[in-house]
């Protein structure tokens, strides 16, 4: 079997400070994602990438950038963190682009200040 | 939006069958229905997956209406470790923009 790590599991910051997550999958697939789940919610889609060097905006981007620069690993990346931004994230990976079988890492808690 | 309704809760008790249902009324033919579930402070976990009839698997059965336009999972024999959000999904997994549209999920709440 395999795992996905999310870093840090926890992570403070400032309002409008730059904040970065970090992702690693060792399933060997294709396809990640980053998801934002608000307490209570279900979640919703900021960024997803197929392959390596491949980035797709899912409905949440604004305010988010994302690299993937190795295929087992996504980063997430707040450009100026909000108080409202207060969320769990949590990362995905997939066999391919076409599935709904996701394994999802953790996740990691933003408190803004 | 989702495409799909779910009760908000349910409550059970330990050792009993139980059955959450989903509507997704306006499923299209090329569409799948996924089930996870979700425990506090975990990330969702994958249970099943159906086209149509009926689906089992270890951990659960999935039960699809002949339309389509219902689907029933199916939890034999609860536990205090069931109680989580369960997610009911609708993709379609041919659309090249394709992304699973996740709603609010119905929570089950077990009593000892």
């Known amino acids: 079997g395999g795992i996905i790590t999310q870093t840090p599991k926890f992570l403070i910051g400032q309002e409008g400070q730059k904040l970065t997550l970090k992702c690693q999958q060792n399933?060997?697939?294709?396809?990640m994602y980053w998801y934002r789940q608000d307490s209570g919610k279900g979640l919703r889609l900021i960024y997803y990438?197929?392959?390596?060097?491949?980035?797709q905006k899912g409905d949440l981007s604004e305010g988010y950038d994302a690299s993937r620069e190795k295929k087992s690993s996504f980063s997430l990346t707040v450009t100026s963190a909000q108080k409202n931004e207060m969320a769990v994230f949590l990362c995905?990976?997939?066999?391919?682009?076409?599935?709904?079988?996701?394994?999802f890492g953790e996740g990691s808690k933003l408190t803004v200040l | 939006l989702a495409k799909t309704t779910q009760p908000p809760s349910m409550e059970a008790y330990e050792g009993q069958e139980v059955n959450v249902s989903c509507s997704h009324t306006?499923?299209?033919?090329?569409?799948?229905i996924y089930w996870y579930r979700q425990v506090p402070h975990q990330g969702p976990q994958f249970i099943i997956q159906?086209?149509?009839?009926?689906v089992v698997n270890e951990v659960a059965s999935l039960f699809i209406s002949a339309d389509r336009k219902l689907s029933t999972l199916s939890l034999p024999w609860v536990s205090l470790r069931d109680a989580a959000v369960y997610y009911c999904?609708?993709?379609?997994?041919?659309?090249?923009?394709?992304?699973?549209?996740w709603g609010s999920g119905t929570k089950l709440i077990i009593k000892p």
């Open positions: 999904i609708v993709t379609d997994m041919w659309d090249s923009n394709y992304q699973l549209i």
């Open positions: 306006n499923i299209a033919t090329s569409e799948y």
């Open positions: 159906g086209y149509k009839d009926y």
């Open positions: 399933f060997n697939h294709d396809t």
């Open positions: 990438s197929i392959t390596e060097n491949d980035l």
């Open positions: 995905a990976s997939g066999l391919g682009s076409n599935t709904g079988q996701l394994y």
